[in-house]
């Protein structure tokens, strides 16, 4: 006997760094089990991994997960999360003042994303010949970045994986033909002002953003509240 199949309502989203409108569903029990099996893990590579096989499943349009930016993955599972859930966000932040967890609720709309509008150069100037363009991270880069545990390799494997054109001379050089290994050599062998140009532009990508004052409901204690980034909304 076939059982009967419960419809579900699809959205449209606007992707925040193309501007290019997608069609999605909300999530249900099957994608929230592989989100709470990650969850359950403590294990930040396992939960983005969920996240994008969660985004793949969801997202009706033809887009490839792996070349989003990691703001856009961050707003596109928010925007999944609100609609599977109901129309906002539900956390359990730890009060300031007594330390006992309080329920807020988030509005999407209150949730913007940072830096979003600013504009930024992302073409760096390293000697008088050689010149390079950096891009935002996508969240594959992102998992290649949390490979290895020393704070200094993270930071490396991060630029490594932002490099998109180097210039020499007349002669230009696009990063993903080369291999990591070249890749990583040519990062390793920048000087300390170099090295440091290309993390301050790195530092002023777009990422997810709240910022509200909430009322502790037990001391009414008030509590300035603030997410960055995909971790802090679950």
Known sequence: MMLPQIATPKYDMIVPSTGKSITYRPYVVREEKILLIAMESQD????????????KECVE???NVDDLTTFDVEYIFVTLRSKAVGEGIKLSPKCDHCEELYEVKLDLEEIKI???EEAVDKHIKLTDDMSLDVR????????KQLADKSETQTVINMIATSLDTIYSG???Y???????????????SLNTD??????EILSKAPYLSYEGTHICKKCKGENK??????????
């Open 44 to 55: 930040e590579k396992q939960v983005e991994t969920a996240v994008l096989n969660v985004i």
């Open 61 to 63: 349009t033809d887009i």
């Open 114 to 116: 940072a830096n979003l």
């Open 136 to 143: 935002w991270q996508t969240m594959k880069d992102r998992n």
């Open 170 to 172: 007349e002669d230009t």
């Open 174 to 188: 696009a990063v993903k033909d080369a291999t990591d290994k070249e890749i990583h050599e040519f990062v390793e």
């Open 194 to 199: 170099q090295f440091n140009s290309i993390v």
């Open 225 to 234: 509240l603030t997410l960055n980034g995909l971790n802090d909304f679950f």
